[in-house]
Every structure is written in C-alpha cells, then in structure tokens.
C-alpha cells in the first residue's frame, strides 16, 4: 500500500518560493533584458542537470561563431572556475560566476557579471546556468532564448519528472544520442515527452562531443539570422 505526502503552497521551507523575492528577480531580469537590448546583445541561457553537456555544447556553439560574431560568455557554477577555463580557451570573453551554495543563477548575479564585460564589444552572450533542472527555471536571467540539454544517459524519466523546466524552454538539445543504445533509452520517447509538455519547442538531437547536431542548434535558436542583422 502506497502513501503519497504532497506539498501545499508555501509548505516546503524554500527561500525560493518568497512571492517578494521572486518578483524582485524577474524586475532585475527586465532591467538586464534592458540594458542587453540597448547594446544589440542577443542572450541565450542554457540549463540542464550537470554532467547533460551544457558546456560542450556551448564550446562547439562558440567555436562554430566566434569568427562571425562577438560572443560574450557567462559560467555559472558553485565555487569551481572548470568550464569558464574551457570556454576562455576559444579566446572569447567568459565570466565565472560562482554561487557559492546557491543551486541556480539569479538575475542579480548576471548584473553583477554583465558589469565585467564590455557589452558594446559583443553581439551574442551566452549564459551557462548551474547544473540543475528544477531551479533555474524560476529565475528569469534576462535572456531571450532558453536550451534546455537533457541527455539520454540521464534516463528515461528527465522530461516528465520536470515539465517545469522543458515548458519555459524555446530550444531542447537531447544530448549523447550515440549512448542511447547502450542505455536502452529511446530518443523518440524523450521526444515525445517533450512535446507533451511544450509542443511548440523545437528539439534537435546532439552528439556534443563529435559535434554532431550542433549546427541544427544553432538554426534552431535562429544566431545566423540575429547575427546576419548585426
Ligand atoms: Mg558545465
Ligand atoms: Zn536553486
């Protein structure tokens, strides 16, 4: 016989549920929306659970742009500087914003961070958020465009245990499709979960390590277009 406790509205201690706090986040988001805007920045944050390939993605993104276009890139992560050192390697500009304790980015970390950078001198600005599916959702950075990265080594039960997330989302990259086999895990299903939850996502299939659907990635968020405007 199973029981099932389920959690009322406000009944789990979670900072992240305060009404006040949540609307002073989104204020702060629309001010960064603003200021990007102001100096034709185009922003696109990333999400998914560590380990999805969130920062192999995003390393295959910059090294097919960073000819066409001036990119820009914030890392999100607890206390390690690991993926900014990646990224800083394609000689673009990255900030590292460590959280400390804190599971996800906050539009008011990315202000501080965009103050780092020389918005006048870039067109694209990536935003890799800590890696966690639930949070980062909640918490609008300011940015245009959402990826969501689920990989299929992560199982068959990502999607439908956070439709949260994937709702929000405007691009879903399902990431490791070469593993898929050897972890009995079908990429159609994925999908179909997906589209279940926001049928009006696009989902592109990746092999982040070979580069395999990068560039569908970037069809699919529209860059050639924002950056043929520039
Ligand atoms: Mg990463
Ligand atoms: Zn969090």
Do not use: W
Request: glycine fraction near 8%; charged fraction near 25%.
């Amino acid at each position: 016989m199973r029981d099932v406790v389920v959690a009322g509205p406000g009944e789990v201690f979670d900072v992240e549920l305060d009404a006040d706090l949540m609307r002073e986040n989104e204020r702060l988001a629309r001010e960064n929306a603003d200021l990007l805007e102001r100096h034709d920045v185009n922003a696109i944050d990333i999400m998914g659970s560590i380990g999805s390939g969130k920062t192999s993605l995003l390393g295959q993104m910059v090294r097919r742009l960073k000819k066409k276009c001036r990119i820009a890139v914030l890392e999100g992560d607890l206390t390690t500087t690991i993926d900014s050192d990646l990224i800083a390697k394609h000689g673009v500009k990255t900030v590292q914003i460590n959280t400390g304790k804190e599971c996800h980015l906050d539009a008011n970390l990315v202000k501080k961070a965009l103050m780092k950078i020389d918005l006048a001198a870039v067109d694209l600005l990536f935003i890799e958020n800590v890696g966690n599916l639930i949070c980062p959702a909640e918490f609008p950075l300011g940015s245009q465009k959402r990826i969501v990265v689920v990989s299929v080594t992560e199982g068959p039960y990502m999607v439908v245990k956070h439709p949260f997330t994937f709702s929000g989302a405007d691009v879903v990259v399902v990431n490791k499709i070469d593993l898929a086999r050897a972890m009995k895990v079908s990429i159609g299903k994925i999908e179909r979960d997906i589209k279940r939850i926001n049928s009006r996502v696009q989902i592109v299939r990746t092999n982040c390590r070979s580069g395999e659907g990068v560039a569908k990635v970037i069809e699919a968020l529209g860059i050639e277009q924002l950056i043929g405007a520039i």
